[in-house]
């Protein structure tokens, strides 16, 4: 058997293989994910990810260089807690030590807290002087409406949400996919001239990183309760808002799919890595070697 039959079957091979492998990754999308890098030494880095469980280790932002918030733990935090209420400062799963104020505390899903100005409930340690460094980058804000008649919802059914810039921006992708929602791209917040301010909020989520709003609801406990306060100290939503299918839709959507940090990488197995490392460089060699052999002796 010649070298042009074994190069020929070796090309089938390569070629089914392709065809096996190529589709399948070229159709898959993967989640909106964004980066967050605590180290400029050891590249510590972990992904914050839409969809993503969150969970396992915390680790503690590094203190090789002036981070802001150096030493502070992070991470940790999974999705069955990603609902706090309508107390800014709420839904953190652990780090609430004091619950008069979120200034020191952790970052369980590896956002930071929102701002609201005048340093209310201590928010301005994480406020717009550090915002290039905010992991997802600066807070913006966001109108959530749909006029399809879908939701047959009116023009007053506008909400607001805020967040990080990434965050905003991979969320409204699952809005627009799964709620109807009319497109729109986020702008900068800003805030003493906001759309919506802190009594405005209708429900906190990620340990208060992300808020969203209703203009119809004005909130009279906002400025003056603890972050542990419940749904019930505050006042009750209008009905509009109760009982809209559009809203539900907003929800879900949020508590499932807004982008938490994952859990740490598995370390991989050494033994693993090299025999794939040898195998990927050595493969075809080695198969063409056993090949020669085995015709070798069969040509005796
Ligand atoms: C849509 O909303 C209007 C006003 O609330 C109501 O009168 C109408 O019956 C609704 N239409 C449908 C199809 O639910
Ligand atoms: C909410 O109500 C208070 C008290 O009536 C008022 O001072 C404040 O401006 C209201 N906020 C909004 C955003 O309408």
Known sequence: MGIFTLSSIVGTLLLFLGLWV???TSSMVSPPTFQVITSFNTFDARNVSS????????LNISTDSF???????????????????RAFGSGYPYGKNDSSTISGRPFP???WPLYWGQNIKGSDEYGSQFDTVRPGGPLVIQAISSTTAHWNVTNDETYYMLTDRDTAIAIMTSFVTTCHVTPV??????PGNSPIKIENVIQYYRASSCALGFKGYNNSHALNTTTEATYAESDPLPEVIMYSPFHHCIDSVMADALPIMDRPPKKTNKVKMILIIVFSIF???ILWGIWALISCICNR
């Open 22 to 24: 190529g589709p399948t």
């Open 51 to 58: 969809w993503s469980g969150g969970g396992g280790q915390k």
């Open 67 to 85: 981070h802001p918030f150096a030493g502070r733990e992070f991470g940790g935090g999974d999705r069955s807690t990603i609902r706090g209420t």
């Open 109 to 111: 899903y590896g956002v």
């Open 185 to 190: 791209w986020p702008e900068i917040f800003d």
């Open 283 to 285: 493969g075809l060699p």
